[in-house]
């Protein structure tokens, strides 16, 4: 039996579900079909939003009979039979399910069938084309991003599909709940509704029972594609721009889509000392303290040490003042070489260093009735600089007068 997905793959554009951006008038596929001509494309997004529905129509559309490779399957072998039969009749609509997968070699072998017309790429991925394929064949074909599909589309998708299937054994609540649960992907719908049919069960399911049959899936997550990094990166700017309600909301993303949460820590203590900094020194002591904690409770309990910091980070105030010092500082040293110490402050153990000027007129700190000296501690020629800049937030606000204090004191001694 056809699997459901299949089924109610549709037939032309009308009854494709989202991607409204692209089929609108105005939209990229609709200039597309108002014209003569086909370009080489790249289809871009999430699982299940119809990458592979939107290929066949389009090689429908215009006329052709597409051959159809997975990426996962196919070799450059296989790719050279695909060209000769491209010599005999060209072009030839060639769609690769997962073309991200290809390497580099099968990549470039596309390039020249491409570029002398004989064949028409239609590639779809899940990942991000300009980190999974080479500049060469994106210079080719014309790149088009699909969203995924909105509870609107996911509930007009179920209704066709119970208008196939029958009426669906389960509540209201446990619909909406199996809508939740598709997170954008059609497919994954088609598929637990089948799941749901092959139960042969009567009385409607509730939330918790459609739970235990459909075994809660996660949320979209791999480890190994942008979308991973786009999680990280929406949970760090969520606690740089110190909203702790979006910095949890994205951290419960990360667990439940299988991230380690020591990995999460370590984010944490970098957070700690990047963005939080001098403005508030309990950060960084505190995201080491929930890394260590979860070490020794392990999971779930030490996922609550981490939601301690990352409230706290979030809520902490900022500062890049230390990470921007250090940046000025290396530059710096670029730009000077290795210059030697002035010889005032080097140590004289020895009377040949004492007659040779060591440690001369070094002035002890504590000394002095400031504990301030006052003194050039800079390679002798190079000018001072001023690398930390404190803002005038947190605890910076009194290393700021701190710094302000000394800098008066040594003018004054220089007088």
């Given at each position: 039996?056809?699997?459901?997905?299949?089924?109610?793959?549709?037939?032309?554009?009308?009854?494709?579900?989202?991607?409204?951006?692209?089929?609108?008038?105005?939209?990229?596929?609709?200039?597309?079909?108002?014209?003569?001509?086909?370009?080489?494309?790249?289809l871009w997004g999430p699982p299940g939003v119809g990458k592979t529905t939107l290929a066949h129509l389009l090689a429908k559309h215009?006329?052709?009979?597409?051959?159809?490779?997975?990426?996962?399957?196919?070799?450059?072998?296989?790719?050279?039979?695909?060209?000769?039969?491209?010599?005999?009749?060209?072009?030839?609509?060639?769609?690769?399910?997962?073309?991200?997968?290809?390497?580099?070699?099968?990549?470039?072998?596309?390039?020249?069938?491409?570029?002398?017309?004989?064949?028409?790429?239609?590639?779809?991925?899940?990942?991000?084309p300009s980190f999974s394929l080479n500049n060469a064949l994106l210079s080719r074909a014309r790149v088009l991003t699909l969203k995924?599909?909105?509870?609107?589309?996911?509930?007009?998708?179920?209704?066709?599909?119970?208008?196939?299937?029958?009426?669906?054994?389960?509540?209201?609540?446990?619909?909406?709940?199996?809508?939740?649960?598709?997170?954008?992907?059609?497919?994954?719908?088609?598929?637990?509704?089948?799941?749901?049919?092959?139960?042969?069960?009567?009385?409607?399911?509730?939330?918790?029972?459609?739970?235990?049959?459909?075994?809660?899936?996660?949320?979209?997550?791999?480890?190994?594609?942008?979308?991973?990094?786009?999680?990280?990166?929406?949970?760090?700017?969520?606690?740089?721009?110190?909203?702790?309600?979006?910095?949890?909301?994205?951290?419960?993303?990360?667990?439940?889509?299988?991230?380690?949460?020591?990995?999460?820590?370590?984010?944490?203590?970098?957070?700690?000392?990047?963005?939080?900094?001098?403005?508030?020194?309990?950060?960084?002591?505190?995201?080491?303290?929930?890394?260590?904690?979860?070490?020794?409770?392990?999971?779930?309990?030490?996922?609550?040490?981490?939601?301690?910091?990352?409230?706290?980070?979030?809520?902490?105030?900022?500062?890049?003042?230390?990470?921007?010092?250090?940046?000025?500082?290396?530059?710096?040293?670029?730009?000077?070489?290795?210059?030697?110490?002035?010889?005032?402050?080097?140590?004289?153990?020895?009377?040949?260093?004492?007659?040779?000027?060591?440690?001369?007129?070094?002035?002890?700190?504590?000394?002095?009735?400031?504990?301030?000296?006052?003194?050039?501690?800079?390679?002798?020629?190079?000018?001072?600089?001023?690398?930390?800049?404190?803002?005038?937030?947190?605890?910076?606000?009194?290393?700021?007068?701190?710094?302000?204090?000394?800098?008066?004191?040594?003018?004054?001694?220089?007088?």
């Amino acid at each position: 039996m056809r699997p459901l997905a299949e089924l109610l793959r549709p037939k032309n554009f009308t009854d494709v579900c989202g991607q409204e951006h692209l089929l609108k008038d105005g939209g990229a596929l609709h200039a597309l079909l108002a014209g003569r001509h086909l370009p080489s494309l790249i289809l871009w997004g999430p699982p299940g939003v119809g990458k592979t529905t939107l290929a066949h129509l389009l090689a429908k559309h215009f006329g052709f009979a597409p051959v159809s490779l997975s990426a996962v399957m196919t070799g450059v072998a296989e790719l050279r039979k695909v060209f000769a039969t491209a010599e005999q009749n060209p072009p030839l609509i060639v769609f690769i399910d997962e073309i991200h997968r290809f390497n580099k070699a099968q990549q470039d072998a596309l390039l020249h069938p491409i570029e002398h017309g004989k064949i028409i790429l239609i590639g779809a991925t899940t990942e991000n084309p300009s980190f999974s394929l080479n500049n060469a064949l994106l210079s080719r074909a014309r790149v088009l991003t699909l969203k995924p599909l909105t509870i609107a589309h996911l509930e007009a998708l179920l209704s066709r599909a119970e208008a196939t299937t029958g009426p669906l054994p389960i509540t209201h609540e446990a619909r909406q709940y199996l809508i939740t649960l598709a997170d954008g992907d059609g497919r994954r719908l088609l598929n637990a509704v089948e799941t749901i049919h092959a139960t042969g069960v009567v009385t409607p399911l509730d939330v918790a029972a459609l739970s235990q049959y459909l075994q809660e899936r996660t949320a979209f997550f791999d480890k190994d594609q942008d979308y991973h990094y786009n999680l990280i990166s929406a949970f760090i700017k969520s606690m740089r721009g110190s909203d702790p309600q979006a910095a949890l909301y994205w951290f419960v993303r990360l667990l439940e889509g299988g991230e380690n949460p020591l990995y999460i820590a370590r984010r944490l203590i970098r957070f700690a000392a990047e963005d939080v900094g001098l403005a508030d020194p309990q950060a960084l002591t505190h995201a080491v303290a929930a890394a260590a904690s979860y070490e020794r409770l392990g999971s779930p309990e030490g996922e609550l040490c981490i939601a301690n910091s990352v409230i706290y980070l979030a809520s902490a105030p900022k500062s890049n003042a230390v990470y921007t010092a250090l940046k000025d500082a290396q530059q710096s040293l670029k730009a000077s070489g290795s210059l030697m110490p002035p010889l005032h402050i080097l140590n004289a153990p020895t009377k040949f260093m004492r007659e040779e000027g060591y440690a001369k007129g070094y002035q002890y700190d504590h000394d002095t009735p400031e504990g301030f000296s006052g003194q050039e501690y800079f390679p002798d020629g190079m000018t001072p600089q001023n690398y930390y800049h404190p803002v005038d937030r947190g605890f910076e606000r009194e290393i700021r007068k701190r710094i302000d204090y000394w800098q008066k004191l040594k003018e004054q001694k220089k007088r």
